[in-house]
């Protein structure tokens, strides 16, 4: 089988940023971790930040309270955890405006790593991400419902943005379906819905369907900053949230935002299989989740799926795996 990771919300800016420039990238990941994650086809996640030395806080949004910029440096953050394709389509990449988007589109595309979800213009901000991985051709569709003031213009820097509140636009579906056509599995990687919401609302559950009709394999979105429960639909699995995977964040006690997930997709010839691996965020490191932390993860994991009608096997300590019921 082709394994594919998914991770969540990567942050490296703020105090992650001060973190890489007083300790090897490598190390802001746990060796166990940076191991499992060498040992997939592929991983991807969601950069929640601009990498670059430019720019100024924006003032699209009034009273914005967080930016995030990570240094040229933080390429090798995702380097040390095996990242291939990153989206940026998300409500941080304008941060510093239109000059470090560039520089990130400039410093990713250098080292090689296809970036979905954001770009000049908005033809090329649509544009997917084609990765190869294990001989498969995998396609990745970054989205962002928020923030509107964050789009790409005609000739301008910005993000794939759409109100997924209402319906999918027609371009994200059209892209999806052409995407299929070219590729053996194709990932819908949206950011959308409100931080810290425990359980995703029914438009997401909706939109989602849209997307895997429209030729998505997998659906696996971000934004919450906490994990949701997997349903799975004949087209494949449904990972509304999957958390967040690296930050400098407070922790709330109850949701725990410190907690995350690896999604892995084992995509076979019959049958595709999905893996979570459970994650334990401290302040700008993350390492498998264990003991109390991993406990917390499988109760949690065990009432969220059940809601969306599949079934949660522990496997190891932080690892589960979740298959359809019935």
């Not at 166990?32 to 592929?42: F, H, N, P, T, V």
């Not at 820097?157 to 056509?181: C, K, M, N, V, Y």
Request: with cysteine; aromatic share 6%; net charge negative.
């Amino acid at each position: 089988m082709t394994s594919v990771g998914l991770l969540g919300d990567v942050m490296l800016g703020r105090g992650v940023a001060e973190a890489l420039g007083e300790t090897p990238a490598a190390e802001l990941w746990s060796e166990e971790l940076r191991g499992l994650c060498a040992s997939l086809d592929l991983v991807v996640c969601n950069l929640e930040c601009c990498i670059s030395e430019r720019g100024e806080p924006t003032r699209r949004i009034p009273g914005k309270p967080f930016f995030f910029r990570a240094p040229p440096v933080a390429i090798e953050a995702l380097r040390a955890i095996g990242v291939r394709a990153v989206s940026l389509a998300n409500n941080h990449a304008l941060d510093y405006e239109t000059e470090a988007l560039a520089d990130t589109l400039v410093l990713l595309e250098a080292a090689g790593l296809p970036a979905a979800g954001a770009g000049r213009g908005i033809d090329e901000a649509r544009r997917p991400a084609i990765v190869e991985a294990d001989g498969l051709q995998i396609g990745l569709v970054g989205v962002s419902d928020h923030p509107a003031e964050y789009a790409a213009g005609p000739d301008s820097e910005g993000i794939a943005h759409a109100d997924l509140r209402r319906r999918s636009p027609r371009w994200l579906l059209e892209a999806l379906a052409s995407l299929s056509q070219r590729c053996d599995r194709v990932i819908a990687f949206p950011h959308w819905g409100p931080n810290m919401a425990p359980e995703p609302g029914p438009w997401q559950l909706r939109c989602a369907s849209e997307l895997q009709e429209a030729g998505a394999d997998l659906v696996a979105g971000h934004s919450a900053h906490v994990f949701h429960g997997v349903g799975w639909s004949p087209a494949g699995p449904v990972l509304t949230d999957l958390g967040d995977a690296l930050d400098d964040y407070r922790v709330d006690p109850v949701l725990r935002n410190d907690l995350g997930v690896l999604a892995i997709w084992e995509v076979g010839e019959e049958r595709d299989e999905l893996q979570l691996v459970g994650l334990k965020l401290d302040y700008c490191h993350t390492a498998l989740a264990r003991g109390a932390d991993a406990e917390w993860i499988a109760s949690r994991l065990q009432r969220a799926c059940s809601a969306l009608g599949t079934m949660v096997e522990r496997q190891e300590e932080s690892r589960f795996r979740v298959t359809a019921a019935g």
